[in-house]
């Protein structure tokens, strides 16, 4: 804020009164002139781009992220699972819409082919409904015997 106002509301003031103020892109075209930048260069991309690690990093989730700019399924910024290009490199085919790669091992940036199996999307997740309902009976029974042990070791 300048002289306690915000730029729009001078800027404002300076057209009642009766001056001409210049548009962005004239003041950056002057300052350009003038040797002095007054915006910032677009940032670079990709392997041009200063922080470029190679195209491959580590999401917060656990997946691995390779920058693939051509495939179907990259985001916005490029960027496409890694499981799902091992998968359709070695069945030389996309993979199909609707459906997904998942880990059978469980471990996400596990991306060795013989560890990854795809299936429609309702399969998967009835799979991992599944999966779960194990583990909770799994977890369960780790309870029963952690008490019975409990009490085993209670005794003399």
Request: aromatic share 6%.
């Amino acid at each position: 804020m300048l002289f306690g106002v915000t730029a729009s509301a001078l800027r404002q003031r300076f057209k009642r009164a009766g001056f001409r103020c210049r548009t962005q892109r004239e003041g950056a075209a002057l300052a350009a002139a003038q040797g002095r930048s007054g915006i910032r260069p677009r940032q670079k991309r990709g392997p041009e781009h200063q922080s470029w690690k190679g195209g491959r990093y580590r999401t917060k989730a656990g997946y691995i992220r390779v920058r693939d700019t051509s495939h179907p399924r990259a985001g916005q910024s490029g960027y496409v699972n890694e499981h799902i290009l091992v998968w359709e490199g070695c069945h030389g085919r996309p993979l199909p819409r609707g459906w997904h790669v998942h880990h059978l091992n469980g471990v996400k940036d596990d991306n060795r082919p013989e560890n990854l199996e795809a299936m429609p999307a309702r399969d998967h997740l009835r799979y991992l409904a599944t999966q779960q309902k194990h583990v909770r009976k799994l977890e369960a029974e780790i309870r029963r015997l952690r008490a019975l042990l409990k009490k085993h070791d209670g005794e003399p």
